[in-house]
Nanobody, 123 residues
Framework: QLQLVESGGGLVQPGGSLRLSCAAS????????IGWFRQAPGKEREGVSC????????NYVDSVKGRFTISRDNAKNTVYLQMNSLKPEDTAVYYC????????????????WGQGTQVTVSS
């Protein structure tokens, strides 16, 4: 079964940190760009960050620059999103997806998606 599984979400206070993981099973991530997306209640899904297949290129939406870091460990078949200095407006369901390439901070032609992990930033 080919799937992506996100983990690491939860409830955190403003200013706190979380690290999200995106693990693949049934296939290898190393040939794919990987994007993180999020969807807040009542809003459209938006791209957050994208990392190239080699990991050499990373991009972020302006609202998370300097706070979030995307990385990948192809040996573990996993991509991470380190989120620091979290704000209430970061509250959303976060998804990872494979892509053929990154167009800025968005993974294009995404074919595999995870089920999402909830991130809630609240005091």
């Amino acid at each position: 079964q080919l799937q992506l599984v996100e983990s690491g979400g939860g409830l955190v206070q403003p200013g706190g940190s979380l690290r999200l993981s995106c693990a693949a099973s049934g296939f290898t991530l190393e040939h794919y760009a990987i994007g993180w997306f999020r969807q807040a209640p009542g809003k459209e899904r938006e791209g957050v960050s994208c990392i190239s297949s080699s990991g050499a290129s990373t991009n972020y939406v302006d609202s998370v620059k300097g706070r979030f870091t995307i990385s990948r460990d192809n040996a573990k078949n996993t991509v991470y999103l380190q989120m620091n200095s979290l704000k209430p407006e970061d509250t959303a369901v976060y998804y990872c997806a494979t892509g053929l390439y990154c167009s800025g901070y968005v993974a294009r032609f995404s074919n595999y998606w995870g089920q999402g992990t909830q991130v809630t930033v609240s005091s």
